[in-house]
C-alpha cells in the first residue's frame, strides 16, 4: 500500500482507538493518516506539544509503539457516485459486498481488478457555460432514481471538453470546467455538509405509511425525528417499517452500533420486498451503511456523518431523501468512550461537553432546499434513542428533544400490552403538524385538521378517564364519559394499531386512513346521539363493534371502499339498538 508523502511520524501510545503519535509537520486537524504497516484509518481530532491524538477507525490490536504513521493530507471523505443504490457500506462508506465473513485490518474494499462501469449519458457540450450545480451528463443503470453529474461546487465557466456517451468505470474524468477535472465519481468530507442555495420550508408531508404517525404525529420532508424507546417497544421495526414504506426517493439506513443480527434481518428483508414505486427490489433505492456493535467503535461515531453526506448527495439531484439513523445513543456512546481515554472532562453521566453541539451539528444537516442547480430536494433524519433503562430524562434522550421538530415516543405499556406501533399519543408531538395541515387542507384532504383535532382530543379525554375508571369503575361514571372510554377503545384497536407482519395491513395510504379515522369517528357521534336520546349506555357497550375493529385488516392498504362498507354496516348495527 502506497501513501502520499504528507506528513510521516511514528506511533509513541495505543490506547483502544486512541493512537498518539508524534508530530512532524505537514499534518492538519481532522487530517486522515495511515497508521502501521496496515494502513490502518484513523483522523487527527488534536494536536499538542508536539504529539498528534488520532482516533482509529478500525481495530488497533498489533499496533504498537514506533509503528509508522502516515498523514494523506485529507480529510475524512466520502466517494460518491455510481454504486451506492443497492450497496452495502461500512460506516467509512467502504464496500462491504467483497469483504470475508470475519472484517480484518484493511481487508474492506473491492477485490483488485473489479472496476465496474457505468453508461454515461453527456446533458451538455463542449464550450457550455455552465454554473455550479448544473447538470453535465446522467449515469444509466445505476438504480431506479436517475442520477447526474453535476458541476461540483464553487466551479464556473465553460465546459472544456465532455466524454462521448458510452461506458465509463466511476473513476474516469467525464468533463472539464474551467480547467477542473469533473469526475464521474466526486469525493466530499463527511463532516462539512453540502452547499445549497437556499432552505426552505417544507409544507409537503413525508408519508410513512404508519397511521399512528401519518394521523397524528406527520413529519413534513426536510425535518427531523427523535424516536426514543427503551428495550423491546419496537424501535428497530417501526425505523424497518418507514424505511420500506414511506414515499421518499432514496433510503439510507445507518446501522449505528446496532445488534449484527437485526442488521441481517433489514438486509434480508429489503432484498426480498417488492418496491411498490418501480416494481422492482426495494434494495436497488436504499444505500445500507452497517456498522454494528461488533465492528470498530469510532467507525460507529463516523457512519451517521457518512449516511448523512451520502443523502446530500442524492438531495442535490433533486431528490427526497431519508436518512435513518439507528441509533445516535450508540453513536454518543462512541464518542462518551473517545473521550474517556482522551482525558477530556466529562459532563452528564460521562458524556463528552460538547454532546449537544454534536447531536445538533447532525439533525441540522436534515432540510428542504433549492439546490445549487435550482432543484427542490430535501433530507429528512430520523434517529433512534436508546435511553438506558427507558430513561427518558438521560442526556442524549433530553439533548435530542431540543433539537428536533418531531418526537415519536414509544410507550413500554404500549409494547407490553402489544399494541404495535408503541407510539405514545400523550408524550410524542409535531411541530410540522400545523404546517402540514394547512397544506393538507389546501390540496388533497380538506378535513384532515379537523379530524386529526378530534382524534387526537378524543384519546386525550379517554387517557383522562382512564385514571377515574381505575379508581371507582365505569359504572360511575356519567353516560357520555363512559361513551368517551369506549371511543377511545375504538380509535387504539380499530385506527392506531397496526400490524408490521400483516400483508393488508403493514402499510395504510392517506385515503385508508382517513376512512378508518372518520368510521370510528362517526361511530362515536351515533352513539353519543344513542346516549342522549335515553339509551342505556350499558346496551350501547354491549355492541359488537367488530366490523369497525376488523376494517383495518379486511381493507387493502389502499381500499377506502370496504372500510366505508363495514362502517355503513356498524351504523346499521347501532340503529337497531334500543
Known amino acids: 500500500m502506497t501513501f502520499a508523502p504528507h506528513g510521516r511520524g511514528r506511533v509513541l501510545r495505543v490506547t483502544g482507538p486512541l493512537v498518539e503519535a508524534e508530530y512532524t509537520g505537514g499534518t492538519a486537524m481532522s487530517d486522515l493518516v495511515a497508521l502501521g504497516d496496515a494502513g490502518l484509518p484513523g483522523e ?4 499538542r506539544d508536539g504529539v498528534v491524538t488520532v482516533q482509529a477507525y478500525e481495530y488497533t490490536g498489533g499496533l504498537a509503539p514506533g509503528a509508522p504513521v502516515h498523514s494523506l493530507g485529507r480529510p475524512l471523505s466520502a466517494s460518491l457516485g455510481p454504486g451506492l443504490l443497492g450497496g452495502i457500506f461500512d460506516g467509512l462508506l467502504r464496500p462491504l459486498a467483497a469483504a470475508g465473513a470475519w472484517l480484518e485490518p484493511g481487508g474492506v474494499g473491492r477485490p483488485n481488478g473489479q472496476r465496474p462501469e457505468w453508461a454515461f449519458v453527456p446533458q451538455a457540450k463542449a464550450g457550455d457555460s455552465v454554473q455550479q450545480g448544473d447538470v453535465l451528463g446522467e449515469i444509466h443503470g445505476a438504480g431506479p432514481v436517475p442520477l447526474r453529474v453535476l458541476v461540483p461546487p464553487g466551479r464556473t465557466g465553460p465546459v472544456d471538453h465532455i466524454a462521448r456517451e458510452g461506458s465509463l468505470p466511476a473513476d474516469a474524468v467525464v468533463a472539464s470546467v474551467a480547467g477542473t477535472p469533473v469526475r464521474m465519481t466526486t469525493d466530499w468530507p463527511v463532516r462539512r455538509p453540502r452547499p445549497v442555495r437556499e432552505r426552505l420550508e417544507s409544507g409537503r408531508a413525508l408519508g410513512t405509511g404508519q397511521r399512528a404517525i401519518d394521523l397524528l404525529f406527520p413529519v413534513a420532508l426536510g425535518s427531523t425525528v427523535a424516536v426514543p424507546g427503551g428495550f423491546g417497544t419496537g424501535k428497530t421495526v417501526l ?8 414515499d421518499a426517493d432514496v433510503i439510507v439506513y445507518v446501522g449505528c452500533g446496532e445488534r449484527g443480527n437485526e442488521m441481517a434481518d433489514v438486509i434480508d428483508e429489503f432484498t426480498a420486498l417488492t418496491d411498490p414505486r418501480t416494481g422492482g427490489r426495494l434494495a436497488d433505492r436504499t444505500v445500507i451503511i452497517a456498522n454494528t456493535s461488533n465492528m470498530p467503535m469510532m467507525a460507529r461515531e463516523a457512519s451517521i456523518y457518512t449516511g448523512v453526506t451520502v443523502a446530500e448527495y442524492f438531495r442535490d439531484m433533486g431528490l427526497d431523501v431519508v436518512v435513518i439513523a439507528d441509533s445516535t445513543s450508540r453513536w454518543a456512546e462512541a464518542l462518551r468512550e473517545f473521550a474517556s481515554r482522551t482525558g477530556a472532562l466529562p459532563a452528564e453521566e460521562g458524556y463528552p461537553a460538547g454532546l449537544a453541539s454534536a447531536l445538533a451539528a447532525f439533525y441540522e444537516r436534515a432540510g428542504a432546499v433549492t439546490t445549487l442547480g435550482g432543484r427542490n430536494g430535501s433530507v429528512t433524519v430520523i434517529g433512534a434513542v436508546s435511553p438506558p433503562g427507558g430513561d427518558m430524562a438521560e442526556p442524549v434522550t433530553a439533548h435530542t428533544q431540543r433539537f428536533v421538530r418531531c418526537l415519536w415516543t414509544l410507550d413500554r405499556e404500549l409494547a407490553y400490552a402489544r399494541h404495535y406501533p408503541a407510539v405514545s399519543w400523550a408524550e410524542s408531538f409535531s411541530r410540522d403538524a400545523e404546517v402540514l395541515g394547512v397544506h393538507h387542507a389546501a390540496t388533497d384532504d380538506p378535513d384532515w385538521p379537523a379530524r386529526r383535532a378530534r382524534v387526537a382530543g378524543l384519546l386525550a379525554e379517554a387517557d383522562r378517564l382512564a385514571d377515574l375508571v381505575d379508581l371507582v369503575g365505569i359504572t360511575a361514571l356519567p353516560a357520555q364519559e363512559r361513551i368517551s372510554v369506549l371511543g377511545g377503545r375504538l380509535l387504539r384497536e380499530g385506527v392506531l394499531q397496526q400490524s408490521a407482519l400483516s400483508e393488508r395491513d403493514a402499510y395504510s395510504g392517506a385515503e385508508k386512513t382517513a376512512a378508518l379515522a372518520e368510521a370510528v369517528l362517526a361511530v362515536v357521534d351515533r352513539c353519543r346521539e344513542l346516549a342522549d336520546s335515553g339509551v342505556p349506555v350499558t346496551h350501547i357497550e ?7 375493529l376488523r376494517a383495518r385488516e379486511e381493507a387493502g392498504p389502499h381500499d377506502a371502499a370496504t372500510v366505508e362498507r ?13
Open 542 to 548: 354491549e355492541v359488537d363493534f367488530s366490523p369497525v
Open 239 to 246: 425505523l424497518q417499517q418507514i424505511a420500506k414504506w414511506c
Open 566 to 578: 363495514l362502517h355503513r354496516t356498524m351504523l346499521d348495527r347501532l340503529r337497531e339498538v334500543s
Open 44 to 47: 487527527v481530532v488534536a494536536i
